[in-house]
């Protein structure tokens, strides 16, 4: 049994009908930890891997990769929890890559090789990706163990851009609905064949849909290249900032009266990112290429909420204030250790601050051999990775007043409890194989697997209570199979693995006796399992005349699966446990194609069922159907927030020599909210969108564009969970729904320039 365990699938890439330019590849890059990686014949890879370029990505329009995934990528679905463009969590096959702590991250992303998933809590800051900067874009399917840690559902690859591959100058403005208002500028090109140069600056603001949910982004991202025939050196440098306003969920009653309200303010995210990257390959002979880079990366991310409140007047002592979420009335002391003393200006509030300073390094080598092997084709690729991080998180809660606006006002008296000094030193050693063989001229064999070693050293700033040494160490096997039928038509069978070893913020909050209010407080706690997923896919992919199309199913395990468990009335407070096995079983059908010159197409459509595989009991107090403030989760309960089915088209037109037209629709299920994991209640509805899009050339090097999102004014929601409004807004509000509203529509015009 041991044995057969390791012998599962390859991690692999195939030219999957997706977006509309999927099909121009004619070889698929295989990126792990390394930022080359081999490369391998498209035909021999067993998945169904998507593939966008950077003109896809301009023409589209999105305001982040995040978006333009969710419009064109299949089984990609977002849930707009913030409301704020730039904040998505994004959901792939089930599995979420996401920028708030808490949610079971599920998802690698790779810039050049460098993995920027943040080190704290495996989050996603799509806010920190430099869209104007991809080339392209490989969203790879299934455990793929060649990506290390965190790739359970997927891994995301990004390659940048460079003055050999993109010269000249441009420049792009827009503006529109929501008083968003943006500008890029690039300028690139080569020296000689031999040096290059590489520059784009992006900025970007709205006011946004919501009330009081101003956003503003600026980004830099510079390249320095030099090539010969045998060797390369790319020096990358990406700084972005951000100021993000997200407006989070509402109760449903106050939206019923203004879809545009918030509930209590602000949610205030800011980012501080600074990437150096030089990465570099060299072709020792024919057979025989090195491929490798080093980085150096800091993030800091600033974090000010304003929430409502669980603390009030002692109702045994008179004069002080309580906190009502533990189980018996808790006198609060404030951080010198006396007890806060009753004032107006602190009931009704809280103002939780945090500050992640995260400085992370890193380093990984492959070489790649292509060659013969018993007489036929054959690729080996071995490689090692390093990255280590140092995290210093501190953390408070202030309490303070709502005003008729339900703003956070702060009164100048901290909690004691909520006070926290964490230093995290993590570090993560990976050595991974992989191998692909001919075994004749229709069929080829891949395998391959990763060894993973991750260390979290834990030490409490403010006492010993948070102290802990853990360390991780498991190997991850992947095994794949790619039968040539006929002409253009294939079929692939795999099995793969990965696993995640449990990130910093879930060692420091998995006592379900102490829940902690993310992101704000931490304590002592029973160790967790790493999370273990095991893919298994297997379908059929052709060449259709002008495009391509592809069938396929896949299911996939995670075992000792992480979710946060919501615990108390405050629907941001709860810990982190093992909850066992969960599944996803899926279909895929995706289809590309054009027909002529002026029309081009694309449908992607996802059938996901996303459940529990155990027996377990939740607290989840404002759930309408919870018994003493419990809920019992048996295996088929749905999981939260992810749609059965998802559809995407979209329709290119060429109507003239200058103007072209585009329009695409996005059409999902229902959805249970998140705490209702015993899907007890009734669903948030599913919805269908439509965009158009449109393009004028007014000369070789001038085109003006406009955008038109959700052009029937759709009302829809993509994310909701149970809450508690009537302390806040009054006894008539007693619905216990949140929602988070989607974007109504909107319109922006452009224009864009080449010199």
């Known amino acids: 049994m041991q044995a057969a365990r390791y012998l599962i699938i390859l991690a692999a890439l195939a030219p999957a009908a997706g977006p509309l330019a999927q099909q121009a590849a004619e070889t698929i890059e295989v990126v792990g930890t390394t930022p080359l990686g081999a490369l391998l014949d498209p035909d021999r890879i067993a998945s169904n891997v998507q593939l966008a370029v950077a003109e896809e990505i301009r023409e589209q329009g999105a305001v982040s990769l995040a978006e333009f995934m969710n419009r064109s990528f299949g089984s990609v679905f977002i849930n707009d929890a913030q409301n704020n463009p730039l904040q998505p969590d994004v959901q792939y096959r089930g599995y979420v890559g996401s920028p708030l702590l808490g949610l079971p991250q599920g998802i690698a992303v790779y810039q050049d090789g460098v993995r920027v998933n943040e080190p704290f809590g495996d989050t996603v800051n799509w806010a920190l990706i430099p869209d104007s900067a991809i080339e392209s874009v490989y969203l790879i399917p299934g455990s793929n163990p060649l990506f290390g840690l965190n790739a359970l559902g997927g891994a995301l690859s990004l390659r940048t851009r460079n003055g050999f591959t993109s010269p000249g100058t441009s420049a792009e403005v827009f503006g529109g609905s929501f008083s968003r208002a943006g500008v890029e500028i690039e300028t690139g090109g080569s020296v ?3 040096l290059s140069y590489f520059v784009t600056a992006a900025y970007f603001e709205e006011d946004g849909w919501r009330d009081f949910s101003p956003t503003e982004s600026a980004q830099l991202f510079a390249n320095a290249g030099w090539q010969t025939e045998s060797a390369s050196l790319d020096l990358n440098v990406t700084r972005v900032t951000t100021d993000l306003i997200g407006s989070g969920a509402a109760p449903i009653q106050l939206l019923e009266n203004r879809r545009k309200s918030v509930f209590t303010r602000p949610d205030r995210t800011e980012n501080d990112l600074m990437l150096v990257n030089l990465v570099g390959s060299r072709s020792i002979s024919d057979a025989l290429v090195l491929t490798g880079n080093v980085y150096l990366r800091n993030s800091d991310i600033t974090t000010y909420n304003g929430d409502d409140s669980d603390y009030v007047e002692c109702t045994n002592s008179p004069g002080l204030i309580c906190d009502t979420g533990e189980p018996e009335e808790e006198i609060v002391l404030d951080q010198d250790g006396n007890p806060i003393q009753v004032r107006d200006a602190l009931i009704g509030a809280t103002v939780n601050r945090s500050i992640t300073e995260q400085q992370g390094k890193g380093f990984g080598i492959q070489a790649t051999w292509t060659g013969k092997l018993g007489g036929r084709d054959n690729i080996l690729a071995v490689g090692f990775a390093f990255d280590a991080s140092d995290t210093l998180f501190r953390a408070s809660t202030e309490l303070g007043e709502l005003d008729s606006t339900r703003l956070a006002i702060p009164g100048g008296a901290f909690v004691g409890d909520a006070r926290t000094r964490l230093n995290a030193d993590i570090s993560n050693a990976g050595i991974y194989v992989e191998n692909v063989f001919s075994l004749s001229a229709a069929i080829s064999l891949s395998v391959s697997g990763r060894f993973n070693r991750t260390d979290v050293t834990l030490r409490d700033r403010l006492g010993t209570a948070l102290n802990g040494d853990h360390s991780f160490g498991r190997l991850n096997p992947a095994v794949g199979l790619v039968v ?36 704000n407080a931490f304590l002592a706690d029973p160790p967790l399992n790493d999370v273990v997923a095991r893919t298994l896919e297997a379908g059929f992919r052709g060449g259709l005349r002008t495009g391509g199309w592809h069938a396929g199913i896949f299911q996939a395990r995670n075992r000792d699966d992480i979710l946060f468990i919501s615990a108390g009335a405050l629907t941001n407070e709860g810990y982190f446990a093992n909850v066992g096995r969960t599944q996803r079983l899926g279909i895929e059908l995706n289809a590309s194609g054009a027909v002529g010159r002026r029309v081009e197409w694309f449908a992607n459509y996802t059938y996901l069922n996303a459940t529990f595989e155990e027996t377990f009991v939740v607290t989840s107090p404002n759930n309408p159907y919870a018994i003493d403030g419990e809920i019992e989760v048996r295996p088929g309960n749905r999981l939260p927030l992810i749609p059965n089915q998802v559809l995407k088209a979209g329709l290119r037109v060429t109507l003239a020599p200058k103007l072209t037209l585009a329009a695409d629709v996005l059409a999902t299920s229902d959805i249970f909210y998140r705490g209702d994991e015993g899907n007890l209640a009734a669903k948030s509805a599913g919805y269908t969108t439509f965009n158009l899009r449109g393009e004028y050339r007014v000369s070789d090097s001038v085109e003006l564009f406009l955008r038109v999102e959700n052009i029937l004014d759709a009302d829809y929601e993509t994310f909701g969970l ?20 989607g974007q109504p529509r909107a319109a922006w015009i452009g224009v864009r320039a080449r010199f």
């Open 192 to 194: 000689d064949d031999r």
């Open 484 to 519: 040539n039928i006929a002409n253009e038509f294939d079929f692939y069978l795999g099995i793969a693995e990965s696993s995640r070893a449990p990130s910093p913020v879930e060692l420091t909050c998995a006592d379900e006796d102490d829940p902690c209010r993310l992101p």
């Open 722 to 741: 149970f809450g508690e409004a009537d302390e806040v807004l009054g006894d008539s509000f007693d619905d216990g729904r949140f929602l988070s509203p």
